[in-house]
Every structure is written in C-alpha cells, then in structure tokens.
C-alpha cells in the first residue's frame, strides 16, 4: 500500500482536481480521507489517497498492462460459446439502457462468461456464480435464463457443466 496526498485550493483548484483525477483513474484506490484546512483567509482540501498501482504488483501478470488491454473472451471462448456470450451481452446491453445503469451493473463480463462456460440454464445454477445475489436473480434470471437455455441446447456440454449437472441431482 502506498499514500499519496494532494491539496487543493478551496477557492478554484480546477487543475489540481484534475490531476487528482487523472490519478485516481490510474490506481486502485484502497481509501481517500479528506479534509478542509483553514489558514487565515486561505483554505484549502487535503485528500491522502491509499492506493496500489492498477492490478497489483507493476510489471506482474495482474500487472496494468493486463488491466488496460481487458480480457479478450474471443481468444478465451470457442467459437460456439462466444456467440452465445456476444448474445448474453446484447441483452444486457438492452437492460441496462432500459434502467439506466451501466452494463456492469447488471452483469459483469466475467460473470456472463461464467455462464456460457457452466452452461447455466436454471436460476439456481446462475446464483452460484459469484457477484449473483437476490436481487440480480429477481430482476434478470428470468431473461437471461431463458436466452440460455435456447441458446446453450446447440452446443456441447463442458466437462465442468456435466459435473454440474450430476452434482444437481434429480
């Protein structure tokens, strides 16, 4: 963990907001304390930001490089699982516009692969994938449930879906 602190003046420090902006965008940020400072007729915000370079260790697999490319889910995906992930994020593409949120808000790319590679076709088996609580299962399983269940019956079953399915039971 490292700290880094800015002031800035309270009385119009657009520049210095600015870089602590820029420097925020370019690291995990752990914690931000502010805090107002009054020197006679001056006053001005410190803001200590905690913070690890973007991914971890610099230069390390999770390293930023990893952060600034993304994950490619065509390079990951077979060519079958992707177009039903590429499916899976048209829908929530349309749901996000429709309640104003942001596409992650509704499911993370992450968890819309982990759905196309456990073949998840039950409300149960999509609220095992982590980051799916309650309330994304009552406002999306419905939808996404069903697009996978059209979706996943062309394609192969994977070794990790299969034990799945004999772990579920009748």
């Known amino acids: 963990m490292q700290l880094k602190v800015f002031a800035i003046d309270a009385h119009g420090g657009e520049e210095a907001g600015e870089e602590l902006n820029q420097f925020l965008r370019g690291h995990r940020v752990l914690g931000v304390k502010r805090r107002l400072v ?82 998840t076709a039950t409300r149960a088996a999509l609220a095992q994938i982590d980051g799916v609580g309650v309330a994304r299962l009552e406002k999306y399983a419905t939808a996404f449930t069903e697009l996978l269940k059209s979706a996943l019956a062309a394609l192969p079953a994977t070794p990790a879906a299969a034990a799945q399915g004999k772990e579920a039971g009748p």
């Open 38 to 119: 009054e020197h006679g007729s001056n006053a001005y915000w410190t803001f200590c930001v905690e913070y690890l370079e973007r991914g971890g260790t610099p230069g390390g697999p999770g390293g930023p490089d990893r952060l600034r490319r993304g994950v490619d889910y065509r390079e990951l995906l077979s060519e079958g699982d992707f177009a039903v992930f590429a499916k899976l994020r048209d829908l929530r593409k349309a749901m996000a516009e429709q309640e104003g949120v942001p596409p992650y808000a509704v499911f993370t790319n992450e968890q819309l692969a982990a759905m196309v590679t456990g073949r």
